[in-house]
């Protein structure tokens, strides 16, 4: 049964009231007896990790950590196929270490061995690991339409890099005339203009090597085009930027419609001025956007279909695999689903210390 969404007058009440409402979103997971969640994404085949700390960070006025952010965008991708699933299996979502790379190779002498190897070791946190040759991995990545980066700024702030069309920069692609790439960023903190072109050159600059590297492509100025996503929703504090990437997110992809953002750029627009692509960043609150997620969380329980195993470690510290497939959600168990999928236990694996996560 749908449950009635956080009041926003809820927004002005305690941290207390507030993470009530969050509650019963959060409460099968936390009274769950396992200690923590791996789930395995049908639409990509990446681990997704859902442990205490992720339960603890969704509560009001906790900052979210870097495995919570990539955690959170990745579940939302896995659920997003149901929505649309001709536009998903387009996306690819880096973790949040793909960026830190990228930065790190910004700062290095192009064409050294050590900027080569930046570049190369970036492309591994899109998560290809089946691809070992750096050329195959890059073409992989970049066939995509669109690439998902969350952006680690200022020391301890969370934003949004989405490259549209990277599949432009692939030689296939370059051979009766070259259209553009497009690098966006949106950020839920004001003025923080400085940072965000910063990371916009960071990324231009790893796909100008990645594919000069590894494809022998040359990328010229006018094939990657940088934009600020401008007056988009705004936190309210300095802990919630996490919960607002996953907002950001949705809505370009759901509320939002990528292509005519896209459109509006090519313009010659430099700004989002569009009204009706303006008003929908703004509205949400701290607590919906939390909520959001802790919904997201509820559904993947009821619907463990979105996911093609599921982990647990219990009490012992032995990783026990489940599974359920579409037809048993179909026939559904209500009950048990919602009190932590008990489902046939297919066969014991090692110990949870051999278990790694994204």
């Not at 969640?37 to 979210?64: C, F, Q, Y």
């Not at 979105?306 to 510290?317: D, L, M, P, S």
Request: net charge positive; hydrophobic share 40%; aromatic share 10%.
């Amino acid at each position: 049964m749908e449950t009635t969404p956080p009041r926003s007058d809820l927004a002005n009440r305690s941290l207390k009231e507030q993470n009530s409402a969050l509650a019963y979103a959060l409460e099968p997971w936390i009274c769950s007896s396992k200690r923590s969640w791996e789930l395995t994404s049908a639409l990509t085949n990446i681990r997704i990790s859902i442990d205490p700390r992720t339960m603890r960070e969704l509560k009001m006025g906790v900052k979210w950590s870097g495995e919570t952010v990539t955690a959170v965008l990745d579940v939302w991708h896995s659920q997003f196929v149901t929505f649309n699933p001709g536009v998903a299996p387009r996306i690819r979502i880096g973790n949040t270490y793909a960026f830190s790379e990228m930065v790190k190779a910004f700062g290095m002498e192009p064409d050294s061995d050590e900027h080569k190897e930046a570049i190369k070791v970036a492309a591994t946190y899109f998560r290809f690991n089946a691809r070992r040759e750096p050329a195959k991995r890059i073409t992989d990545i970049l066939e995509h339409e669109y690439l998902v980066i969350p952006l680690h700024v200022l020391g301890d702030h969370w934003s949004l890099a989405i490259v549209a069309d990277p599949f432009n920069l692939l030689p296939s692609n370059r051979v009766n005339g070259t259209r553009p790439t497009y690098i966006y960023t949106l950020d839920s903190l004001q003025n923080n203009g400085a940072s965000q072109n910063r990371a916009r050159r960071a990324i231009r600059s790893w796909l100008t090597f990645a594919v000069k590297y590894f494809l022998d492509v040359q990328i010229r100025g006018k094939d990657i085009k940088e934009f600020p996503i401008e007056d988009t929703a705004v936190q309210p504090n300095g802990v919630d930027c996490g919960p607002y990437v996953h907002h950001h997110l949705d809505t370009f992809f759901q509320t939002g419609n990528p292509q005519k953002i896209r459109e509006h750029f090519t313009s010659g627009a430099s700004t989002m001025i569009d009204e009706d692509l303006v008003n929908m960043w703004r509205y949400p609150t701290a607590l919906q956007c939390r909520y959001t997620v802790a919904q997201m969380l509820l559904c993947l329980q009821r619907n463990p279909s979105i996911a093609t195993w599921v982990f647990w470690r219990n009490g012992t510290g032995h990783v026990l695999r489940l599974t359920m497939g579409p037809e048993e959600a179909a026939e559904g168990d209500a009950g048990n689903a919602s009190r932590g999928l008990v489902r046939r236990v297919v066969r014991s694996i090692v110990p949870a210390s051999t278990s790694g996560t994204p």
